[in-house]
């Protein structure tokens, strides 16, 4: 059975950085064509914040441009998500996922739960 194991999360300063990982154990990382970080505030809808295709190519949120970077190690089968200069409604439960978008699977992570306050 696949699973993701995110963690790296935290309380942090606003301004502060912080670095996610999500390990991919049951499979290899490169079976996978997309790859991607969502967040989740309480009593709102999930939110794509980061994603990366096979190719390398990545897009981000506009509100996270700049300030988060989405990368991968196949060989270590994780997915990493470095954010920078963190404001506090960055805070969110910070989930993994990945996707075979040909065969429509996919998996999720339990989330990483990151506060950023004073």
């Known amino acids: 059975q696949v699973q993701l194991v995110e963690s790296g999360g935290g309380l942090v300063q606003p301004g502060g950085s912080l670095r996610l990982s999500c390990v991919v154990s049951g499979s290899s990382l490169r079976i996978y064509d997309i790859m991607d970080w969502h967040r989740q505030v309480a009593g709102k809808q999930r939110e794509l914040v980061a994603g990366?295709?096979?190719?390398?190519?990545?897009n981000y949120a506009d509100s996270v441009k700049g300030r988060f970077t989405i990368s991968r190690d196949s060989d270590k089968k994780t997915i990493y998500l470095q954010m920078n200069s963190l404001k506090p409604e960055d805070t969110a439960v910070y989930y993994c996922?990945?996707?075979?978008?040909?065969?429509?699977?996919?998996?999720w992570g339990q989330g990483t739960l990151v506060t950023v306050s004073s």
């Open positions: 990366i295709i096979n190719s390398g190519t990545a």
């Open positions: 996922h990945v996707k075979r978008s040909w065969f429509g699977t996919e998996v």
